[in-house]
């Protein structure tokens, strides 16, 4: 998954929210190709096609998939495993995070998120994961 010099990282949102599609778009286009995914089914279709570099995932999906189970199973598929995996969502409770977390998460992000902050956090994922850590 490690991108040529100078070549942008695909990053696939995954929010079946628009204006949380938008935001994330601005602050992140900048720096990273950014795809889009409105549901559990088709992030599922667009990580198996694109295998983007970075994953962000709203908990709540419309079609109720599990996304801790699927993120566990990326974790654990060699394709896969060194994706950069992002919670980005409205669920603050401390069981929530530590449940993501848990499942394989490098970050867990309570929305509304800060559109000058948050693009420098996916950077520096992307700058751990590589780094193996």
Do not use: W
Request: charged share 20%.
């Amino acid at each position: 998954m490690a991108a040529q010099p100078g070549a942008k990282l695909t990053v696939l949102v995954a929010d079946p929210d628009p204006a949380q599609q938008q935001i994330l778009n601005q602050c992140l286009s900048p720096r990273f190709n950014v795809i889009f995914a409105g549901s559990f089914a088709e992030t599922q279709r667009l990580v198996s096609t694109n295998t983007p570099s970075i994953l962000l995932i709203e908990l709540d999906q419309p079609d109720g998939g599990d996304v801790r189970a699927y993120l566990r199973h990326l974790r654990n598929t060699p394709a896969t495993k060194s994706m950069v995996l992002g919670i980005v969502t409205s669920r603050a409770s401390i069981h929530d995070k530590v449940s993501g977390f848990t499942s394989g998460a490098d970050d867990y992000v309570v929305k509304p998120i800060n559109p000058r902050t948050f693009v420098y956090r996916v950077v520096l994922l992307t700058r751990t994961r590589y780094l193996g850590m």
